[in-house]
């Protein structure tokens, strides 16, 4: 099945600085999604991105599907960005379903 | 109200004891999928489902059991739990596009004394 890598698997930022986040992936894919685990454990949705790029206040994400990788960028850190962030690739033709990645830990100090 | 309902959100249940979890969705979506986390090792597929038919087993099914009740409604079975069982679950849903996008439930905590 489709390999799905992140990383780095660690991060630690202080509060201001700007971040990037990499997921590779090993074949073609329908669609890819950025998730954050909070501390509770939800996960929260950030980005479905299947190619280009979108941004969403201090996020954004760039998906190169031609050369299987994405890349989450986080600008000005805030505490409340510490979590895991998953990459997540749908694959597999019509049969396709979600493959995760390991995640990144990222810990925001003030 | 969550479009993605799990429950209970916390369960404690001893070895060997029989224990379900519960899923249900109002997006409508065909596609429902059951994920287990454990620390280091991201969500894996436990089963899914393309619709009430249809039941696939996912890359980590040995243990559990699904069914399938209604479009709204996949529950997940541990016939008899098992320590190792212990983890973060999660059911999600996604519709029936190929350029589709997951929706995951709030997770059940599921310890195994």
């Known amino acids: 099945g489709i390999q799905v890598e992140q990383s780095p698997p660690d991060l630690i930022l202080q509060e201001g600085a700007n971040s990037t986040l990499r997921c590779n992936f090993s074949?073609?894919?329908?669609?890819l999604q950025w998730f954050h685990q909070n501390p509770w454990g939800q996960l929260i949705n950030l980005f479905y991105i299947p190619s280009g790029t979108k941004q969403n206040g201090r996020l954004s994400a760039t998906t190169v599907a031609t050369e299987r990788y994405s890349l989450l960028y986080i600008s000005s850190s805030q505490t409340t960005d510490s979590g895991v962030y998953f990459c997540a690739v749908f694959s597999g033709g019509s049969n396709y379903k979600l493959t995760f990645g390991k995640g990144t830990l990222l810990t925001v100090n003030p | 109200d969550a479009d993605v309902t799990q429950t209970p959100r916390n369960r404690i249940t001893k070895t060997g004891k029989r224990i379900m979890l519960e899923c249900s969705q109002t997006?409508?979506?065909?596609?429902m999928y059951w994920y287990r986390q454990d620390p280091g090792l991201g969500l894996r597929l436990i089963y899914y489902s393309f619709d009430v038919k249809d039941i696939n087993k996912g890359e980590i099914s040995d243990g559990y059991s699904v069914s399938r009740q209604a479009q709204a409604k996949f529950s997940l079975s541990l016939e008899s739990a098992i320590p190792n069982q212990t983890a973060l679950y999660f059911c999600?849903?996604?519709?029936?596009?190929?350029?589709?996008?997951?929706?995951f439930g709030q997770g059940t905590r599921l310890t195994v004394v």
């Open positions: 999600a849903t996604s519709d029936n596009s190929p350029v589709t996008e997951a929706f």
């Open positions: 074949d073609s894919v329908n669609n």
């Open positions: 997006k409508g979506h065909d596609r």
